[in-house]
């Protein structure tokens, strides 16, 4: 079956470019996360979502970080103005329910490189 | 408020030997507890996950682990190394915070796995 889609899979951008990265979750799951994941490190929490709700966006690390998911299903994460700190490997999972016990389903990530 | 500390950040063994890969946790509540196994270029994948049923658990490929409340440690095993384990593997907790799922990644264990 479809599992979570991400793309694009490798983005390159000038310092101070927009980006947006967009996520698909498994089709039905309520729950979606945003992870940034630096090179050599773990996944950093970025934003949650509980369909179309924002709960958390306490790891976005500035303003210039946003994320949406307007109908509950597809989210987008954009990042204005990118600087060089911004190159990491962005990961968006989803879950089925809203529950601490639920297993989360990565996508493959995005590659982002900010020159 | 909850963290995880993966106490090594490189494991190298031999093809056939044990495998211990040392994981511990701090949180308020009863947390659920997961380890995530990321080969190059491949998504993140759930090996097992603890949600207070029993402590011993057995996941994918041969890997269990033990949850001691004592100890607040969830160790991941596996008896014998095989060539294809080698990876990088994440311990995780997830906690309800405020309604929510809130999850916490380690830091990470990269396995190294000799023939």
């Known amino acids: 079956g479809a599992g979570v889609s991400q793309s694009p899979r490798y983005k390159v951008a000038k310092r101070g470019q927009d980006v947006a990265l967009r996520c698909d979750p498994i089709?039905?799951?309520?729950?979606l996360f945003w992870y940034q994941q630096a090179l050599g490190q773990g996944p950093e929490f970025l934003t949650y979502f509980q369909n179309e709700a924002q709960l958390d966006k306490s790891g976005l690390p500035s303003d210039r970080f946003f994320a949406e998911r307007p109908e509950g299903s597809v989210s987008t994460l954009k990042i204005q103005r990118t600087q060089q700190e911004d190159s990491a490997v962005y990961l968006c999972?989803?879950?089925?329910?809203?529950?601490?016990?639920?297993?989360?389903?990565f996508g493959p990530g995005t590659r982002l490189t900010v020159l | 408020a909850q963290s995880v500390t993966q106490l090594d950040s490189h494991v190298s063994v031999s093809e056939g030997t044990p495998v211990l890969l040392r994981c511990n946790y701090s949180?308020?509540?009863?947390?659920?507890l997961f380890w995530y196994v990321q080969h190059p270029n491949k998504g993140l994948q759930l090996l097992l996950k603890y949600t207070s049923a029993a402590t011993l658990v057995k996941g994918i490929n041969g890997f269990e682990a033990e949850f001691k409340k004592s100890e607040t440690s969830f160790h991941l095993t596996k008896p014998s190394a095989h060539m294809s384990d080698a990876a990088e593997y994440f311990c995780v907790v997830s906690g309800d915070s405020g309604g929510y799922q809130k999850v916490t990644f380690g830091t990470g264990t990269k396995l190294q796995v000799i023939p």
């Open positions: 949180s308020s509540y009863s947390p659920s």
């Open positions: 089709s039905g799951h309520v729950s």
């Open positions: 999972a989803s879950s089925p329910v809203q529950r601490e016990s639920s297993e989360q389903f």
